[in-house]
């Protein structure tokens, strides 16, 4: 079973910032893609950014300009940086990887135990 590890998650203000850590085995980090993934409360989990093998990035529209996504290839971690915070951010943050196909739809049989976000207003 792969074992992601997110870390970095707390209680913040709104407008306030946080950084996310995900630490992944070397097996799935080093030629795939990896993606950052939030579920709220009573909602689905929606991918929020992506970061493909060649270091490109995409992010949903609700964190454009707010979210960076990065990747460091020789700890293993993919990291989002995340600015401007707002209380719509609150969610269970999670992380994966794997085919580009599987970290665009969140396709996998395993996740880790995510980070909690809190944003207060």
């Known amino acids: 079973q792969v074992q992601l590890v997110e870390s970095g998650g707390g209680l913040v203000q709104a407008g306030g ?3 996310l850590s995900c630490a992944a085995p070397g097996s799935i980090f080093a030629i795939n893609a990896m993606g950052w993934y939030r579920q709220a409360p009573g909602k689905q ?3 929020v950014a992506i970061i493909r093998s060649g270091g490109s990035t995409s992010y949903t529209d609700s ?3 707010r979210f960076t996504i990065s990747r460091d290839n020789a700890k293993n971690t993919v990291y989002l940086q ?3 915070l707002k209380p719509e951010d609150t969610a ?3 992380c994966n990887g794997g085919n580009l196909l599987a970290t665009m739809t969140g396709n996998f049989g395993s996740w880790g135990q995510g980070t909690q976000v809190t944003v207060s207003s």
């Open 82 to 84: 995340m600015n401007s």
């Open 63 to 65: 964190v454009k300009g």
């Open 92 to 94: 269970v943050y999670y």
């Open 17 to 19: 910032s946080l950084r």
């Open 45 to 47: 989990r929606e991918l």
